[in-house]
């Protein structure tokens, strides 16, 4: 038994299905199965129940356990070899956020592949809790999160610390202030008056966010109830819809990287930061103490604060 046959079992304890499984190894499903009969004989156990369904045995679960350790292990070895070596070969697994990655993969990315051009680079796109539980089963090396990181075991590296920013209309503030709407720009842009925005929608990341959580929590500080007519799991669609002038929406400041000149289009959005303290929050690269980082996997952190400056 080798690494091969450990990497074709666990496949196809993930897809309980030698068809699916079979695809995504590029084998034949013959091919899959005799790998599996002879790892059973070798083992003299049965790894998985054929009928009514494929499902794992026992012993089958005890092996996805100590195969994805070994596998993982020697994935270890590796990087500490080419660093060794510095060759610098070996892949580095990152997890972010959909909405951070809009903004920050386009000017991390190439430094990184000009630095490291023979690193495989592999990209797992989540929420905060989604991310956790990559880092936490070793599916990616690291993750680019918000803080706090629930799990434990976790080393994070401060990135930068963000505020949230109100995206307003503009047609909205001249609504709402008339001949004032100047004078008003430029005392919010200082710091924003949620108070005055009382009865217009606003358009907001769904509950259960991090940042919704904070929003939330800053609304109750202010007994600030928003006129709410929209709730999405995408940032990015909510700072499209402030663009467009349907509502208001509140987002990390970085998010804005994520859309093309937000005070150009459709007519154009004002940008007023919440200044209370507690709507800040810090930017993290987060991973497991227990595992070796690789020196492209840190590299690829303080090319990630180059880009932050």
Not at 60 to 73: F, M, R, S, W, Y
Not at 117 to 142: A, C, I, K, M, Y
């Amino acid at each position: 038994m080798n690494f091969l046959h450990l990497k074709y079992f666990l496949m196809v304890a993930e897809e309980l299905n030698i068809t699916r499984a079979a695809e995504r190894l590029y084998i034949s499903q013959q091919s899959l199965s005799n790998h599996i009969s002879n790892m059973e004989r070798e083992l003299d156990v049965k790894l998985f129940t054929r009928s009514p369904k494929l499902s794992l045995t026992y012993a089958g679960g005890l092996l996805v356990e100590t195969a994805t350790q070994i596998l993982d292990l020697y994935s270890q070895y590796q990087t500490k070899v080419g660093d060794i070596n510095r060759h610098y070969l070996g892949m580095l697994r990152v997890g972010i956020s959909h909405t951070c990655g809009l903004a920050l993969m386009p000017d991390i990315l190439p430094k990184f592949r000009q630095e490291f051009p023979l690193v495989e680079f592999s990209l797992f796109e989540g929420n905060s809790t989604q991310l956790e539980d990559e880092l936490s089963h070793g599916r990616v090396d690291l993750i680019i999160c918000f803080q706090p990181i629930m799990m434990d075991g976790v080393r994070t590296e401060p990135l930068t610390e963000q505020r949230l920013v109100m995206v307003v209309p503009r047609a909205f503030t001249d609504e709402l202030f008339g001949e004032r709407a100047e004078e008003v720009r430029a005392q919010f842009a200082q710091g924003a008056d949620i108070g005055a925005f009382q009865q217009v929608p606003f358009i907001l990341i769904k509950r259960g966010n991090r940042t919704r959580n904070i929003i939330d929590q800053y609304f109750s500080r202010y007994y600030f109830k928003p006129k709410l007519i929209l709730e999405t799991e995408n940032t990015v669609t909510t700072l499209a819809m402030a663009q467009s002038g349907i509502g208001i929406t509140i987002c990390p400041e970085l998010f804005l990287r994520a859309i093309p000149s937000p005070t150009a289009s459709a007519g154009g959005v004002d940008l007023f930061p919440l200044t209370d303290p507690s709507t800040f929050s810090k930017l993290v690269a987060g991973f497991r103490q227990d595992r070796y980082l690789s020196h492209f996997g840190e590299r690829f952190i303080e090319i990630t604060k180059e880009v932050l400056q």
